[in-house]
Protein backbone atom coordinates (compact mmCIF):
# COMPACT_ATOMS: atom_id res chain seq x y z
CA UNK A 1 0.00 0.00 0.00
CA UNK A 2 1.11 3.55 -0.80
CA UNK A 3 1.63 6.16 1.74
CA UNK A 4 -0.86 8.23 0.63
CA UNK A 5 -3.43 5.30 0.03
CA UNK A 6 -2.68 4.26 3.06
CA UNK A 7 -3.48 7.42 4.76
CA UNK A 8 -6.76 7.46 2.79
CA UNK A 9 -7.40 3.87 4.36
CA UNK A 10 -6.82 5.22 8.06
CA UNK A 11 -8.78 7.88 7.38
CA UNK A 12 -12.06 6.39 5.83
CA UNK A 13 -11.43 3.67 8.63
CA UNK A 14 -11.96 5.51 11.44
CA UNK A 15 -14.57 8.04 9.62
CA UNK A 16 -16.38 4.20 8.69
CA UNK A 17 -15.58 3.26 12.53
CA UNK A 18 -17.32 6.24 14.08
CA UNK A 19 -20.21 5.23 11.92
CA UNK A 20 -20.01 8.60 10.18
CA UNK A 21 -20.32 7.66 6.91
CA UNK A 22 -21.58 4.40 5.11
CA UNK A 23 -19.20 2.31 3.43
CA UNK A 24 -18.96 -1.27 1.95
CA UNK A 25 -17.60 -4.24 3.70
CA UNK A 26 -14.26 -3.42 4.53
CA UNK A 27 -11.65 -6.22 4.04
CA UNK A 28 -10.19 -6.09 7.33
CA UNK A 29 -14.01 -6.92 9.01
CA UNK A 30 -13.84 -11.11 8.96
CA UNK A 31 -17.39 -12.29 7.40
CA UNK A 32 -19.99 -13.08 9.29
CA UNK A 33 -21.02 -16.76 8.18
CA UNK A 34 -24.05 -18.31 8.47
CA UNK A 35 -23.67 -21.97 9.72
CA UNK A 36 -26.52 -25.04 9.65
CA UNK A 37 -25.97 -27.68 11.63
CA UNK A 38 -28.24 -30.37 11.04
CA UNK A 39 -28.76 -33.91 12.97
CA UNK A 40 -30.51 -37.11 11.63
CA UNK A 41 -31.62 -39.79 13.62
CA UNK A 42 -32.05 -42.77 11.39
CA UNK A 43 -34.96 -44.92 11.38
CA UNK A 44 -33.63 -47.67 11.27
CA UNK A 45 -30.03 -46.53 13.34
CA UNK A 46 -28.47 -50.47 12.33
CA UNK A 47 -29.53 -50.14 8.39
CA UNK A 48 -25.91 -49.78 6.92
CA UNK A 49 -27.81 -49.45 3.43
CA UNK A 50 -30.05 -46.37 5.00
CA UNK A 51 -27.15 -44.71 6.62
CA UNK A 52 -25.19 -44.67 2.85
CA UNK A 53 -28.13 -43.61 1.42
CA UNK A 54 -28.10 -40.85 3.50
CA UNK A 55 -24.50 -40.16 3.24
CA UNK A 56 -24.83 -40.54 -0.42
CA UNK A 57 -27.58 -37.70 -1.02
CA UNK A 58 -26.12 -35.48 2.17
CA UNK A 59 -22.94 -35.57 -0.35
CA UNK A 60 -25.03 -34.19 -3.24
CA UNK A 61 -25.52 -30.89 -1.50
CA UNK A 62 -22.00 -29.70 -2.53
CA UNK A 63 -23.41 -29.06 -5.35
CA UNK A 64 -25.38 -25.99 -4.42
CA UNK A 65 -24.08 -22.90 -4.99
CA UNK A 66 -24.53 -20.74 -1.81
CA UNK A 67 -22.72 -23.47 -0.09
CA UNK A 68 -19.22 -22.13 1.30
CA UNK A 69 -18.19 -25.48 3.11
CA UNK A 70 -19.66 -28.68 4.19
CA UNK A 71 -18.78 -31.33 6.64
CA UNK A 72 -20.18 -34.68 6.82
CA UNK A 73 -20.33 -36.46 10.02
CA UNK A 74 -20.95 -39.12 12.27
CA UNK A 75 -20.58 -39.25 16.14
CA UNK A 76 -17.79 -39.45 17.06
CA UNK A 77 -15.99 -41.22 19.97
CA UNK A 78 -14.87 -38.56 22.02
CA UNK A 79 -15.48 -39.28 25.71
CA UNK A 80 -18.98 -40.15 27.58
CA UNK A 81 -20.35 -37.08 29.81
CA UNK A 82 -24.06 -36.77 30.66
CA UNK A 83 -23.97 -33.40 28.53
CA UNK A 84 -23.12 -35.08 25.19
CA UNK A 85 -25.40 -36.39 22.51
CA UNK A 86 -24.27 -39.12 20.49
CA UNK A 87 -27.53 -40.85 20.24
CA UNK A 88 -27.88 -39.18 16.54
CA UNK A 89 -27.10 -40.72 13.45
CA UNK A 90 -25.47 -38.23 11.23
CA UNK A 91 -24.40 -34.78 11.59
CA UNK A 92 -24.33 -32.52 8.48
CA UNK A 93 -22.89 -28.69 8.61
CA UNK A 94 -23.06 -26.21 5.82
CA UNK A 95 -21.55 -22.92 5.59
CA UNK A 96 -23.13 -19.96 3.95
CA UNK A 97 -22.06 -16.81 3.32
CA UNK A 98 -25.48 -14.66 4.50
CA UNK A 99 -29.13 -15.34 5.41
CA UNK A 100 -29.90 -15.08 1.94
CA UNK A 101 -27.26 -18.18 1.16
CA UNK A 102 -28.99 -20.31 3.39
CA UNK A 103 -32.73 -19.72 1.89
CA UNK A 104 -31.46 -20.29 -1.25
CA UNK A 105 -30.42 -23.31 -0.62
CA UNK A 106 -33.13 -24.26 1.35
CA UNK A 107 -35.29 -23.58 -2.23
CA UNK A 108 -32.65 -25.47 -4.20
CA UNK A 109 -33.60 -28.47 -6.66
CA UNK A 110 -30.84 -30.09 -5.23
CA UNK A 111 -32.11 -29.73 -1.55
CA UNK A 112 -35.68 -30.59 -2.31
CA UNK A 113 -34.66 -34.05 -4.37
CA UNK A 114 -32.49 -34.74 -1.31
CA UNK A 115 -35.36 -34.07 0.83
CA UNK A 116 -37.75 -36.34 -1.25
CA UNK A 117 -35.22 -38.88 -2.26
CA UNK A 118 -34.01 -39.00 1.49
CA UNK A 119 -36.56 -38.09 4.13
CA UNK A 120 -38.58 -40.82 4.73
CA UNK A 121 -34.88 -42.40 6.38
CA UNK A 122 -34.95 -40.60 9.49
CA UNK A 123 -37.60 -40.28 12.18
CA UNK A 124 -35.83 -37.22 13.60
CA UNK A 125 -33.90 -34.00 12.83
CA UNK A 126 -32.62 -31.18 15.26
CA UNK A 127 -31.36 -28.36 13.14
CA UNK A 128 -29.64 -25.63 14.55
CA UNK A 129 -28.60 -21.98 12.44
CA UNK A 130 -26.24 -19.93 13.39
CA UNK A 131 -24.33 -16.58 12.58
CA UNK A 132 -20.76 -16.02 13.77
CA UNK A 133 -20.64 -13.03 16.51
CA UNK B 1 5.03 -37.40 -10.03
CA UNK B 2 7.13 -39.76 -12.12
CA UNK B 3 6.22 -43.47 -13.51
CA UNK B 4 7.82 -44.99 -11.05
CA UNK B 5 6.54 -43.01 -8.34
CA UNK B 6 3.42 -43.37 -9.30
CA UNK B 7 3.91 -47.43 -10.03
CA UNK B 8 4.89 -47.14 -5.95
CA UNK B 9 2.66 -45.19 -4.77
CA UNK B 10 -0.34 -47.12 -6.55
CA UNK B 11 1.19 -50.37 -5.44
CA UNK B 12 1.45 -49.26 -1.61
CA UNK B 13 -2.01 -47.54 -2.25
CA UNK B 14 -3.14 -50.63 -2.89
CA UNK B 15 -1.50 -52.26 0.08
CA UNK B 16 -3.31 -49.87 2.25
CA UNK B 17 -6.25 -49.85 0.66
CA UNK B 18 -6.65 -53.56 1.26
CA UNK B 19 -5.24 -53.12 4.89
CA UNK B 20 -2.17 -55.28 4.32
CA UNK B 21 0.31 -52.82 5.87
CA UNK B 22 0.32 -49.54 8.49
CA UNK B 23 1.66 -46.43 6.58
CA UNK B 24 1.76 -43.10 7.24
CA UNK B 25 -1.94 -40.65 6.55
CA UNK B 26 -1.97 -39.74 2.68
CA UNK B 27 -1.34 -36.85 1.36
CA UNK B 28 -4.34 -37.46 -0.94
CA UNK B 29 -6.56 -38.59 1.33
CA UNK B 30 -8.38 -35.43 3.04
CA UNK B 31 -8.31 -35.35 6.89
CA UNK B 32 -11.00 -36.24 9.19
CA UNK B 33 -11.53 -33.56 11.37
CA UNK B 34 -13.13 -33.25 14.34
CA UNK B 35 -16.26 -30.98 14.95
CA UNK B 36 -17.03 -30.04 18.58
CA UNK B 37 -20.92 -28.44 18.38
CA UNK B 38 -21.80 -26.98 21.58
CA UNK B 39 -25.04 -24.86 22.25
CA UNK B 40 -25.95 -22.85 25.60
CA UNK B 41 -29.01 -22.41 26.81
CA UNK B 42 -28.44 -19.08 29.41
CA UNK B 43 -30.01 -19.01 33.02
CA UNK B 44 -30.96 -15.31 32.18
CA UNK B 45 -31.29 -15.16 28.47
CA UNK B 46 -32.03 -11.74 28.02
CA UNK B 47 -28.94 -10.63 30.25
CA UNK B 48 -26.93 -8.84 27.93
CA UNK B 49 -23.74 -8.79 30.88
CA UNK B 50 -24.47 -12.57 30.99
CA UNK B 51 -24.24 -13.22 27.24
CA UNK B 52 -21.40 -10.48 27.01
CA UNK B 53 -19.33 -12.60 29.49
CA UNK B 54 -19.78 -15.92 28.03
CA UNK B 55 -19.14 -14.73 24.41
CA UNK B 56 -15.60 -13.25 25.70
CA UNK B 57 -15.22 -16.61 28.04
CA UNK B 58 -15.38 -18.48 24.30
CA UNK B 59 -13.03 -16.41 22.81
CA UNK B 60 -10.40 -17.31 25.29
CA UNK B 61 -10.42 -20.85 24.02
CA UNK B 62 -9.06 -19.72 20.45
CA UNK B 63 -5.34 -19.78 22.82
CA UNK B 64 -5.75 -23.71 23.30
CA UNK B 65 -3.39 -25.09 20.52
CA UNK B 66 -5.40 -27.92 19.43
CA UNK B 67 -8.07 -25.86 18.34
CA UNK B 68 -7.84 -25.87 14.49
CA UNK B 69 -10.86 -23.44 13.75
CA UNK B 70 -13.57 -21.50 16.11
CA UNK B 71 -16.74 -20.29 15.27
CA UNK B 72 -18.84 -18.74 18.14
CA UNK B 73 -22.65 -17.95 17.49
CA UNK B 74 -25.90 -16.53 17.80
CA UNK B 75 -29.45 -17.77 16.70
CA UNK B 76 -29.43 -16.61 12.91
CA UNK B 77 -32.80 -15.54 11.60
CA UNK B 78 -33.61 -18.24 9.31
CA UNK B 79 -37.10 -19.34 8.47
CA UNK B 80 -38.93 -20.87 11.63
CA UNK B 81 -39.60 -24.66 11.24
CA UNK B 82 -40.38 -27.48 13.69
CA UNK B 83 -37.33 -28.76 13.34
CA UNK B 84 -35.62 -25.72 13.92
CA UNK B 85 -34.44 -25.41 17.27
CA UNK B 86 -33.38 -21.49 17.90
CA UNK B 87 -34.22 -21.01 21.48
CA UNK B 88 -29.98 -21.54 22.78
CA UNK B 89 -28.30 -18.22 23.58
CA UNK B 90 -24.95 -19.51 22.05
CA UNK B 91 -23.28 -21.10 19.99
CA UNK B 92 -20.28 -22.87 20.07
CA UNK B 93 -18.06 -24.82 17.28
CA UNK B 94 -14.86 -26.39 17.57
CA UNK B 95 -12.31 -28.06 14.74
CA UNK B 96 -9.50 -30.54 16.19
CA UNK B 97 -7.66 -32.65 13.82
CA UNK B 98 -8.41 -35.70 15.50
CA UNK B 99 -9.90 -36.98 18.98
CA UNK B 100 -6.45 -37.01 20.91
CA UNK B 101 -6.48 -32.92 20.35
CA UNK B 102 -9.80 -32.66 21.37
CA UNK B 103 -8.87 -34.63 24.97
CA UNK B 104 -6.02 -31.81 25.07
CA UNK B 105 -8.44 -29.27 24.87
CA UNK B 106 -10.92 -31.03 27.24
CA UNK B 107 -8.55 -30.84 30.33
CA UNK B 108 -6.34 -27.85 28.82
CA UNK B 109 -6.35 -24.85 31.95
CA UNK B 110 -7.52 -22.64 29.47
CA UNK B 111 -10.95 -24.49 28.98
CA UNK B 112 -11.03 -25.76 32.68
CA UNK B 113 -10.55 -21.73 33.55
CA UNK B 114 -13.87 -20.98 31.14
CA UNK B 115 -15.68 -23.35 32.82
CA UNK B 116 -15.10 -22.28 36.19
CA UNK B 117 -15.55 -18.29 34.97
CA UNK B 118 -18.68 -19.29 32.90
CA UNK B 119 -20.29 -22.22 34.31
CA UNK B 120 -22.29 -20.72 36.05
CA UNK B 121 -24.04 -18.87 33.63
CA UNK B 122 -26.07 -21.64 31.78
CA UNK B 123 -28.86 -23.95 32.90
CA UNK B 124 -28.30 -26.41 29.98
CA UNK B 125 -25.76 -27.15 27.36
CA UNK B 126 -25.62 -29.68 24.68
CA UNK B 127 -22.31 -31.23 22.82
CA UNK B 128 -22.22 -33.31 19.49
CA UNK B 129 -19.22 -34.10 18.68
CA UNK B 130 -18.89 -35.38 15.19
CA UNK B 131 -16.19 -36.81 12.93
CA UNK B 132 -16.10 -36.33 9.11
CA UNK B 133 -16.81 -39.33 7.41
Known sequence: MKKQDRRTFLSTSALLGAGMIAGPAMATKPKKMVLHHVFFWLKNPDSKEDLA???????????????????????AATEERSVV????????????????????YQDDPIHLKFIAD?????EKVIVYDSIDV
Request: contains cysteine.
Open 85 to 104: DSSYSVSELLFFDDLAGQKT
Open 53 to 75: KLLSGLQTLKGIKTVRNIHIGLP
Open 118 to 122: CGHLW
